[in-house]
């Protein structure tokens, strides 16, 4: 009985070489509208990752390590999903999760202009929803490709490994995008949101005070 295995190996293709030469299907956020993320209490919500001299770590950092990106949102929800429901088998988040993290609130300087790594768009690009959900490297190759694109993309909107309904974003590091911090709160003071987002998701919170 043959052991090869069944179906697609699970990975996004690269970035097919003509990639250069395709219009890519871009969605605008105007300056100043809300951009989500969640993030760690004692650090501040702007970072662009992993750092200089570090490897990549997470789905868009580039391979090149040439720019750093920015793990945002725009809507809180997708945040706090990206964060909290990162193990789909538990069925309860520990409210020691969420004691450590706040919810912040940023604004661009300027319009951004994000290729659409969603839906029909995905053929259009030449990749398949495994950019959103399968391993890293080939999603790093495309933050590399999508840089270097003649239309110069600000980043990626992809859709959320752990609720495809919702999109997050991925911005590149760029000298003329200046972020805003609007507003920071604690996400303890957010216990009723982050209680109906869970419920939804059918968790529920332990350890709560």
Not at 23 to 34: C, D, T, W, Y
Not at 68 to 96: C, F, K, W
């Amino acid at each position: 009985m043959s052991t090869a295995p069944r179906g697609t190996t699970g990975e996004a293709p690269a970035p097919p070489p003509d990639l250069h030469k395709r219009s890519l299907p871009l969605v605008k956020i105007r300056a100043g509208e809300p951009l989500y993320r969640v993030h760690r209490s004692t650090l501040g919500p702007i970072f662009y990752g992993p750092g200089s001299g570090n490897p990549p770590s997470f789905r868009f950092d580039c391979l090149s390590g040439r720019f750093g990106v920015l793990y945002i949102a725009p809507g809180p929800d997708a945040a706090m999903i990206e964060t909290l429901l990162r193990n789909p088998q538990r069925l309860t988040v520990s409210y020691s999760d969420v004691k450590e993290r706040s919810l912040s609130i940023l604004k661009a300087s300027r319009d951004l202009h994000l290729v659409e790594a969603m839906g029909e768009n995905l053929s259009r690009l030449g990749t398949t929803a495994e950019i959103s959900t399968g391993p890293y490297d080939p999603c790093g190759a495309w933050s590399d490709a999508l840089f270097d694109h003649p239309e110069e993309p600000d980043g990626i909107l992809f859709s959320s490994r752990h609720n495809p309904s919702e999109a997050c974003i991925a911005l590149f590091e760029k000298s003329d995008i200046l972020l805003d911090e609007i507003k920071t709160t604690p996400l303890p003071d957010l216990l009723a949101e982050v209680g109906a987002l869970l419920d939804r998701h059918g968790k529920s919170l332990f350890g709560a005070p």
